[in-house]
Nanobody, 113 residues
Framework: QVQLVESGGGLVQAGGSLRLSCAAS??????MGWYRQAPGTQRELVASSTRGGSANYADSVKGRFTISRDNAKNTVALQMNSLKDEDTAVYYCYGDSGSSWYWGQGTQVTVSS
């Protein structure tokens, strides 16, 4: 059974930091990353990373968020700094095996001003 389990969401003041973690089991993914979805909007890519560590970021988070993978532990993390109101969303971890995508259950991040 494939599972992705997120942790680390919560409430933070604008300008603060949060770290999201995602632990995968049951499969090794070529790409892992994070999407987010705010109320009334479409799910959007935040950041992704290959197993080799090549990262991709949404323009809105470049310079503020950092994605990292631990292939040995099959985990991916998202360090979020200088958080803004517009970062408020449910954040979803995902894994792309090349033939299928898998999703975590989501973790809420709320940034208050």
């Amino acid at each position: 059974q494939v599972q992705l389990v997120e942790s680390g969401g919560g409430l933070v003041q604008a300008g603060g930091s949060l770290r999201l973690s995602c632990a995968a089991s049951g499969k090794v993914f070529s790409i892992m990353g994070w999407y987010r979805q705010a109320p009334g909007t479409q799910r959007e890519l935040v950041a992704s990373s290959t197993r080799g560590g090549s990262a991709n970021y949404a323009d809105s988070v470049k310079g503020r968020f950092t994605i990292s993978r631990d292939n040995a532990k099959n985990t991916v993390a998202l360090q979020m700094n200088s958080l803004k109101d517009e970062d408020t969303a449910v954040y979803y971890c995902y894994g792309d095996s090349g033939s299928s995508w898998y999703w975590g259950q989501g973790t809420q991040v709320t940034v208050s001003s």
